[in-house]
């Protein structure tokens, strides 16, 4: 079982406002992520972190942005919210020597 | 970069019939293969990997086979049961430690009773 934890779970939000994702995990991994997957299931990697104050952009260009203070923390930002941010946002991470990407359960978030 | 292709997008069989997915990469350094699973509402997990200098995997129902000549690799899952019903994803990463997983779009497995 996975220590990665992701809250809020479902979130509406007007178009406008400020909405942090956070994400947590307990297994003192290094290496943490953030996927995007739209309604079509695909996932595409929109921030990822090394370490501690590490933070390099995805794959997929996002507007949010993220931050690595503490191991164990990797919250995702949205500063002013808009309808095409309505997704479900994805928290995993790993050991840097290990090859198992554990995820979280998910946030689904609507902005309307 | 890596990309990845998964087919086919959704499958339908009955139950106890096989179901097999496939998948090609096109980065020649990449060595590390896994299958995750997506059950509605939940995120994806681990279910089976394999290594480029092994061919064959086999976890109890499921087994994953890997063609490095031929840079494709395959999910099969046999007898299947209506709780192997979910999105499955297979992913490619190479061995270097700063890279990443790319994962194909998914296939949808629906097992019918």
């Known amino acids: 079982e996975a220590d990665i934890y992701q809250t809020p779970r479902y979130l509406v939000i007007g178009t406008g406002k400020k909405i942090t994702l956070e994400c947590s995990q307990t297994m003192g991994h290094d290496k943490m992520y953030w996927y995007q997957q739209d309604p079509g299931m695909e996932l595409h990697l929109i921030h990822y972190s090394y370490g501690v104050n590490s933070t390099e952009k995805g794959d997929l260009s996002s507007e949010s942005t993220v931050s690595r203070i503490r191991t164990e923390h990797f919250p995702l930002t949205l500063e002013s919210a808009r309808p095409s941010h309505t997704s479900q946002y994805l928290c995993?991470?790993?050991?840097?020597?290990?090859?198992?990407?554990?995820f979280g359960e998910g946030s689904w978030l609507t902005v309307v | 970069g890596e990309n990845v292709e998964q087919h086919p997008s959704t499958l339908s069989v009955q139950e106890g019939d096989s179901a097999v997915i496939k998948c090609t990469y096109s980065d020649s350094a990449s060595n590390y293969f896994p299958w995750y699973k997506q059950e509605l509402g939940k995120g994806p997990q681990l279910i089976i990997d394999?290594?480029?200098?092994?061919g064959e995997k086999k976890d109890q129902r499921i087994a994953v086979t890997l063609n490095k000549t031929a840079k494709h690799f395959s999910l099969h899952i046999t007898e299947t049961q209506p709780e192997d019903s979910a999105v499955y994803f297979c992913?490619?990463?190479?061995?270097?430690?700063?890279?990443?997983?790319?994962f194909g779009k998914g296939t949808m497995l629906l097992v019918s009773p």
């Open positions: 394999i290594r480029s200098n092994v």
């Open positions: 995993a991470s790993r050991r840097v020597s290990g090859n198992t990407i554990y």
């Open positions: 992913a490619a990463r190479s061995n270097s430690g700063y890279s990443t997983l790319t």
